[in-house]
């Protein structure tokens, strides 16, 4: 994590704020404020001034991305596997909800010491666009977020920051 965000420090304080951030979230989604989404933007351009990815990885160690079976066939590809081999040694299909997602975490293609990911280049897109703050549908995505914050230090720290600037403009 970066210099003034301590990976640990900021999933013990997420575990702490989880509920309370997750009714601001419920209640933001009721407000519908106006400008969420240019204040969203703005609040988490900054964040990642301060979060350096390659030094947490959190995400890849503890979550698993969705994959599209045109990125499984991609990767599998890459790493001189066909589809088959490459869903029945890594992936799964989610019971819950259908999607195909890892067995196992960490990922498969995180290198464990340097935080990189092995298939950078052709990740798949919910890898790339993790962890989604910058959406249209923000406000549809409060419970997932919720979630997220106790996984991702990008994404607590954008949510306490949107509720200060929030509070202060209410
Ligand atoms: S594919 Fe790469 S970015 Fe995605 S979870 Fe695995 S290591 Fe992380
Ligand atoms: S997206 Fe979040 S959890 Fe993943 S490496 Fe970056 S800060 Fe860490």
């Not at 947490?56 to 790493?79: G, L, Q, W, Y």
């Not at 298939?119 to 997932?144: E, N």
């Amino acid at each position: 994590m970066n210099k003034t965000l301590p990976l640990q420090q900021l999933i013990r304080r997420a575990h702490q704020k989880k509920k309370h951030l997750g009714e601001f979230l419920k209640k933001l989604a009721r407000r519908k404020p106006a400008h969420l989404l240019k204040e969203v933007k703005q609040i988490e351009t900054q964040v990642w001034k301060e979060v350096d990815c390659l030094e947490c990885s959190n995400c890849c160690r503890t979550m698993t991305p969705t994959f599209k079976k045109s990125e499984v066939k991609k990767i599998a590809e890459h790493v001189g596997m066909t589809y088959d081999q490459y869903f029945k040694k890594y992936l799964k299909i989610d019971e819950d909800n259908g999607d195909i997602v890892n067995q196992n975490q960490p990922c498969q293609h995180l290198n464990l010491r340097t935080n990189k990911c092995s298939v950078y280049a052709i990740r798949p897109i919910d890898c790339s666009g993790f962890p989604h703050l910058k959406r249209k549908d923000f406000l549809d995505q409060t419970k997932v977020y919720t979630n997220n914050l106790q996984y991702c230090p990008a994404t607590l720290a954008t949510i306490e920051r949107l509720e200060k600037a929030m509070t202060t403009k209410s």
